[in-house]
């Protein structure tokens, strides 16, 4: 069965700094990749997902992601950190079933 | 994209009795799914809502405890029946899309938050 593995669960980093969070899958064929953003109270928001092509992919609110295949990794960037980044974040795959399994998560915290 | 309204957004109910979520979807979507997000967890597929048919339950979710209806292409609920406190958790419904470049994409409802006292 497939998996999503996020090793962080928590991260904190100050403000204007950069960001990495981290995201494997294991899964035998390259799946759909997205991650998503759930803030305290909010629903789920869409960052950005790769299907296909161009292995950097950009999202929205600045972030980027880097899909390697070698590494089943689907890295989640942001070169400066803003406060309102704070937030739980959520790597998730589709493997072609249309549903979606996610990673258990990382939660970031910005210090001012 | 989408706009899901869930209802209720949130309730406290008495161990034992039953609480149906509604999904309402401002479009016809091709797929609608159930999640469940348990306190501090990552969600968890319970099912997906079939148009006109039963619901395809994951492994360890079972249609007499989560019973599951989809009359049409924009709405479908949720019941959580017979609740214990394990059951407290936020309930999402999910949807699919199609846009225009062919591929899917998932969008999600605020949630149910259910407190079971």
């Known amino acids: 069965a497939q998996s999503v593995t996020q090793p962080d669960i928590h991260i904190t980093v100050s403000e204007g700094a950069s960001l990495e969070l981290r995201c494997n899958y294991s899964?035998?064929?390259?799946?759909?990749l997205f991650w998503y953003v759930q803030s305290p109270g909010q629903g789920l928001q869409l960052l950005l997902k790769y299907f296909s092509g161009d292995t950097l992919v950009q999202g929205i609110k600045g972030f980027e992601a880097e899909f390697k295949r070698s590494q089943s990794s689907f890295n989640l960037r942001k070169p400066s950190v803003h406060w309102s980044d704070a937030a739980e974040y959520f790597c998730a795959v589709d493997t072609g079933r249309r549903a979606l399994t996610f990673g258990s998560g990382t939660r970031l915290q910005v210090q001012p | 994209s989408a706009v899901i309204s869930q209802k209720p957004s949130r309730d406290i109910c008495q161990r034992g009795t039953s609480l149906t979520i509604q999904c309402q979807v401002d479009s016809q979507v091709t797929m609608m799914f159930w999640y469940r997000q348990q306190p501090g967890q990552s969600l968890t597929l319970i099912a997906t809502?079939?148009?006109?048919?039963?619901?395809?339950?994951e492994s360890g979710f079972v249609i007499d405890k989560f019973p599951i209806s989809r009359p049409n292409l924009t709405f479908s609920t949720l019941t959580v029946s017979n609740m214990s406190p394990e059951d407290s958790s936020i309930y999402l419904c999910?949807?699919?899309?199609?846009?225009?470049?062919?591929?899917?994409?998932?969008?999600f409802g605020q949630g149910t938050r259910l407190t079971v006292v």
């Open positions: 899964y035998g064929a390259t799946p759909y």
């Open positions: 809502a079939n148009q006109g048919s039963e619901a395809t339950y």
């Open positions: 999910s949807v699919l899309l199609i846009p225009d470049r062919g591929y899917d994409e998932a969008f």
